[in-house]
Structure formats: C-alpha cells, structure tokens
C-alpha cells in the first residue's frame, strides 16, 4: 500500500528524528502487538499439541483435528457432533445478541433524555452517578450481583418477604444472574455512544417535526434513531463484542453446569493443557464474532471509523 | 396536559429503575463490608463492624496483587500512551485512501475478545523466543515468559486503541499552521513537536494516562493469560470469589467505590471552578466574595460534597479505632443459640409426634409443623438447612452454628460440619 514516495514525504513533514519514532511506534504496536500474534495463534491452531521435543520435527505438521474437534468432539469416526461444546457456543452468541438488544432499549431513552436537555445541574449530577459504576472493577461488580442474586441473597429475601415465593429460586443455575451481570457489566458502553451522538441533534429539527404534527414515536423514528444510528451500532458493536468475549461475570455468575465459551478456552488453556486447542477456539470465537459484526454493519448501512466516536 | 404528566411520571419510574439497576448492586455491596456475618449478606443484619477492613488489610495477597497491578500500569501507561500518541499522529498525516484501512487497523484491538488478546501474546512471545533460540534459563527466555513483560505487551495492544481515540479527538482542534510557523522559524522538527505539539496534547495526555492505568488496572480478560505466575488484583480477586467469598472483598469494593467517588467528585468541582473563573473573566459572572464558605465552594454544589465526604471520612475512620461491637456479637451469638434450642425443641417434638403415630400406625394427620414463623424465612427449612448444597456456600447467620448441643441427635451432623463453623469464628 505504502509506497517510496509516501514515505518520503512523512520524513519531511516530521524530519527523520521524529518520522522513525512515530513510525517506530505504530510499527511496533501494529505489527509486534497486533497482526504477528494473531498470526502466530491462528498458525499455532492448526498443529497438534505435541510434547516440546517434538515441536518442529517431523511430527509437527499442519492439522484441522483442532477445528474438527469443537464439531465433532473427540469421535475420530466424525460420525456424532460435539453437542455440548456448540451448544455452549451457540448459548454464547445468542445471549451476547440478546444482552447487546436488551441493553439498547434500557438505555435509549436515557441517551435520549441525557442528549436533549442540554446542561442542568441535575443532568450533570446524572453523568457523574454514571461514571462512578464505570470505574469499579468488572470482578467487583459481578461479586455485587452475586451478593444479591445468591440462594440467600437480597433478592431472594425480598421476594420470600413479601411472601412472592417459598422458597429461594435459583437464579445462579438458571444463568438468570449471568444474563444480569453481563447486561450490567457492559450497559455503559452502550450509553455513552448512543448519549454523544444524541447530544449533536439539532434540538430544532425535533421541535420542526413537532410543529408539524409528528408524533412522538414518528419523531424518534424518522429522526432520532437515523441521527443516532452510528452511536446505537457502535455501542451494540462493543457490548456484543465483550459479552461474548467475557470471562470474569460467567465464571462467578454462571451455574456449574453451564458454560461459556470463553470459559472452555480458559479450561483448554489451564485445566487440560492444551494451547493449540485453546487457540482453534479462540479463532472461532474472534472470527465468528467478526462476522456478525460485520454482517450487522452492512445491514445497517454503518461504517468502522464511526466506531469509537 | 395530562399527558404531559404523565410522560414525567413514567420518566422517574425509568430513571429510577435504570439508576437502581446500575447503583444498586453497589450500594447493597458497599454495605456488606460493614455487616458482621461471615458471608456478604445485608439480611440478617448481624452487627455493625469494621473487622472486614482490617482482614483485608492482612491479606498479604491482595497487597501483592496491588503492587504488580500498579507496576503492570505504569507499563502500560507509558507504553499505550506513547503508542497511542504516534497513531494518532500518524492517523493525521497518512495517504487519505489508505487512511480507513489504518483507522481499522488501529481501532481493532478494541473489538477483539480481551481472551484472544492474551492468548495471542503469549503464544507468540513464546514461539518468538524459541524462534530466536533463547534456550531455557537464558536472559531472552526468562524475559519472553515474564508475565509482567507479557501483561503490559498485552493489555498496552488495545489500551493504546482507546489512548489514540482521546488523542484523535484533541487533534483536530490543533491547528498544523503552528507547527509550519515553527519551522518556518528555524525549530528543528523535534524542538517543533516538545515545544508546540507535545504542550497542545498535555491535556490529552493527563486524561489518556488515567484512563490507560484504570483500564490496565480493573483487566482481567487478558491479565489472567498472560499473568503466568505473578498476580494481579485482578486474577486475585477473581480466585478468591470462585473459591469462596467473605465481606473482606466488600470492604475492597467499598474502599474503591468511595475513591472513585472522591475523584468525580474532585474532578466536578475542578471543573465548575474553572467554568466559573472563566466566567468571572469575561464579566459575565461576579466574583462573589464575603460570604461563609471559601471562594472556591460558591455556586459549585460538587465542592460542598466533595468537602462534607472527607469531613465524614475523617470522622468515620477516627471513630472506627474505638469502635467495637463485641457487645453486640455476642449478643447475635446468644439469639443464634437460642433459636438452635428452639428449633431443636421443635425438631424433638416433632420426632415424638411422629413416634407416637408410627407406634400407632395411624396417619400422620399432625404433620409436621413446618409452617412455624421465623421471621419470613423458610422454616419449612429443616430440609432445606440439612441440604448439602446450602452448607458449602451459605453458612451465613440464619443458619445454626455454635457448639452441639447436648440433646443434638445425628440429624443435626451436617449442620455442624467444619466448613460451617469456619466462616463464623471469625465473628
């Protein structure tokens, strides 16, 4: 892409001292910290787990067994599927689009609210309640909901108190706590893009749109949701993305009978030893996730710069 | 109008769920910290103590998880700000058609499952080492498998990503002529970039570091990869709630919450004193004087809180050396046991009734009086207290505990198994 005469030009724009230290930088960050070891772990998911003195011998070819293992399990006959393992991946994404979905409509109308009125001393206050949770630990706050979502937890004391029901329910089992935690964990995510594009509406076109005779949901949805739509894809782009991707909330909030599917990456890694699997997973996790991401950008007609903003 | 009303209504009922939902949890947390129990509960409220702080303060591993977090954040400050700055300068400068296929490039790490960060940088820096040869033992092996080394590579890969969106957005209010008069000048383009640029972006930068430390601070995703055998609070703290949790980490939480609440509380009223100097300078406002409180509390509501807080503070701390609620312990201890004895009596009665029917061979038309109020918990409950799954993980105060008794019959066995009374001999 970058060819002599660009390079060039970025020395004499920034003199060679400081053209090599930004260019080093960049170069180092991109390359050492991001591309090489993608690479690295997508090449390492394709060889078998052998023992070190192996490595790089004549045994140590490229494999799919890793790959075949997630669908098939460890049936070297391919005659069944690994049904726990998909099904816990199919779990993990169709909770992470169900967490990113609940979390737009909890906080659309508070983006909305914060954006539109401009300034008082109770929306400030409003921002700065908003941050604080942001800052506590995300182990911390799944412990907060595990302190409340426990067998003998405030919830279930409430609920036995106003005599709602006998006996305590298990939301722990029932990833009920887990679903919770995950929409807790990443709602503010999910706010603070949707809030920043808000705040840029012109307050003026709703009032024209009003003075029309739109109607309030005719307002938001010819033009509020179509202003906020980059704010709304890329906040649902980063909760989806961490949702899927978490580890701290589904190991202290899940069930011990369910997993995610970080949580079987963890157990390849550390529990059976086996990074080369523990990689082929990840892969799938990361190009899966990708996918709808992108799939979902296209749909919508939304842009990666406007990520972020 | 009524309308009008209504839509006010129906906002608080949702402003105050939504706040509920996000403030709650720690509220309900930050008073665990304070609850005597062994197991973080609000209900049954046992006494008010302080004896949490002073067992975290003992937790040699939670200091140690401390100090390589913070020494993992500076590492990471230094190297994703610095990396951050150069993208984003970069960012500025770079051939406008390649320009979206960088921003891609750069922004990605952020979307990337924190997971596949970590693993990523530990199998590379491994492959990477055998690579160059580093055998094991030597300085380059020793270095590629350092989790201090690997946790900083990894977590400064997508802080950087979130350092340069803070620069990003502070560049483009720079104005490039600046530098071009620099050098017009005779600056040399380092002098050009320390002089000019460099003092533009200080704000820039103050706020991408804070950002980057809280971030490398509170990650656990990638930290736990890529942490090999060190520990940070994070991977600390996350062993200890799987494993088991006591209010020593509500006190954690707790003490983290009121900082953070300091800090915004600090960082409003910075603001609004400058909003309000800003003001006083170009007449718009006058500059109050007299007046009870100091020139920097007038008008700035988050001064006056920030300054009643420490005052609470300093109070609560003072007073928390001389506090002690043994007096109360032990009466929570006397209650607890005098439930036992009751419940035992319930349980001997019912154990006669029952005998009494059997060896009558009638129905057992009396039941058992399983309904009896215990203050809205389930008394129904004998079942449930003698179920093992309640014993590992919930011995908090409604449950029996205490020496037998000595009408205990084996019924009572598990109720008072070791793991039981662990937790509660520390009240």
């Known amino acids: 892409m970058k060819n002599k005469m660009i390079f060039s030009e970025f020395f004499r724009n920034n003199g060679v001292v400081m053209g090599s230290l930004l260019m080093g930088l960049v170069g180092f960050w991109l390359i050492f910290l991001v591309i090489l070891p993608q690479l690295s772990m997508l090449d390492f998911s394709f060889r078998f787990n052998l023992p070190p003195a192996d490595v790089g011998g004549p045994k140590d070819v490229y494999t799919l067994s890793n790959y075949q293992h997630l669908l098939y399990g460890s049936d070297a006959t391919h005659q069944t599927y690994n049904t726990v393992d998909l099904w ?26 914060l954006g539109q009125s401009k300034g008082s001393g109770f929306v400030r206050l409003l921002v700065v309640l908003l941050i604080i949770p942001y800052w506590i630990n995300e182990i911390l706050r799944a412990f907060a909901l595990r302190i409340i979502f426990g067998d003998s937890g405030l919830l279930n004391e409430a609920l036995m108190f106003l005599h709602l029901t006998r006996e305590p329910i298990d939301f722990i089992r029932q990833d009920i706590a887990l679903y919770a935690g995950l929409g807790y964990a990443y709602i503010l995510l999910m706010l603070f893009p949707m809030y920043n594009v808000i705040e840029s509406l012109d ?6 749109a009003r003075d029309m005779g739109a109607s309030w949901p005719r307002i938001h949805r010819r033009i509020v949701i179509p202003h906020a739509k980059p704010g709304i894809v890329s906040g649902a782009t980063m909760v989806f993305m961490l949702s899927a991707g978490a580890l701290a909330a589904p190991q202290i909030l899940g069930g011990p009978s369910s997993l995610w599917f970080t949580q079987l990456v963890y157990q390849w890694f550390f529990n059976s030893l086996n990074w080369h699997q523990g990689a082929a997973y990840a892969i799938v996790l990361l190009v899966s996730t990708i996918i709808i991401v992108l799939t979902v950008m296209r749909i919508f007609k939304v842009n990666m710069g406007d990520i972020g903003k | 109008m009524s309308s009008k009303a209504l839509i006010r209504i129906s906002l608080g009922v949702y402003l105050i769920i939504f706040f509920s939902y996000l403030l709650g949890p720690l509220v309900v947390m930050s008073l665990t910290a304070f609850n005597s129990s062994g197991f973080p509960s609000v209900s049954p409220w046992a006494c008010f103590t302080y004896e949490w702080f002073n067992v975290l303060w003992n937790d040699s591993a939670i200091r140690e998880g401390i100090f390589y977090s913070v020494i993992i954040g500076l590492g990471t400050v230094a190297l994703s700000v610095s990396m951050g700055l150069a993208a984003s300068i970069v960012l500025t400068q770079v051939w406008a058609k390649f320009r979206s296929t960088y921003y891609t490039l750069i922004i990605a790490p952020i979307l990337v499952p924190g997971v596949v960060l970590g693993i990523s940088t530990l199998v590379f820096w491994d492959r990477l080492g055998n690579f160059l040869g580093a055998g094991d033992g030597s300085m380059l092996s020793n270095l590629f498998h350092n989790g201090i080394f690997l946790t900083i590579l990894g977590q400064s890969s997508f802080i950087a990503s979130y350092a340069m969106l803070v620069f990003v957005a502070r560049l483009q209010r720079f104005d490039p002529g600046l530098t071009e008069a620099a050098l017009d000048l005779g600056a ?27 971030a490398s601070f509170e990650n656990y995703n990638t930290t736990t990869f890529t942490i090999v055998d060190y ?36 960082f409003e009223a910075y603001r609004r004193n400058q909003a ?7 007449g718009k406002a006058k500059a109050k004087s007299g007046g009870i409180l100091p020139s920097f509390m007038t008008g700035n509501p988050a001064a006056i809180v920030f300054v009643l807080l420490a005052f609470v503070a300093i109070v609560v701390i003072g007073t928390a050396q001389k506090y002690s609620p043994e007096q109360c312990k032990i009466q929570v201890r006397e209650a607890k046991q005098a439930e036992i004895q009751r419940r035992i009596k319930e349980l001997q009665e019912q154990r006669l009734i029952k005998s009494q029917s059997e060896a009558r061979q009638g129905p057992d038309i009396f039941g058992a009086p399983e309904e009896e109020d215990t203050g809205g918990k389930p008394s129904g409950a004998f079942g449930g207290v003698f179920a093992p799954g309640n014993l590992s993980d919930d011995a908090d105060a409604d449950q029996p505990e205490a020496e037998k008794p000595s009408g205990g019959s084996g019924a009572f066995g598990g109720v008072f198994a070791p793991t039981n009374l662990d937790n509660d001999e520390g009240n």
Do not use: D, W
């Open chain 2, 231 to 266: 520990k940070t609070l994070t991977t600390v703290l996350a062993q200890k709630v799987r494993l088991g949790i006591n209010p020593s980490i509500s006190a954690l939480a707790f003490i983290i919450i009121t900082l953070t609440v300091f800090a915004a509380l600090a």
């Open chain 2, 276 to 282: 309000r100097q800003e003001a006083v300078k170009q």
């Open chain 1, 88 to 113: 816990v991946f199919v779990k993990t994404i169709v909770a992470a689009m169900a967490v990113t979905i609940f979390n737009i409509f909890l906080c659309y109308p508070l983006a909305y609210f």
């Open chain 2, 188 to 214: 040399t383009h380092t002098q050009a970039f320390r002089k000019i640029l460099l003092p533009f972006m200080r704000p820039a930068i103050a706020s991408a570091s804070v950002l980057a430390f809280l």
């Open chain 1, 203 to 208: 307050r003026n076109q709703i009032e024209a």
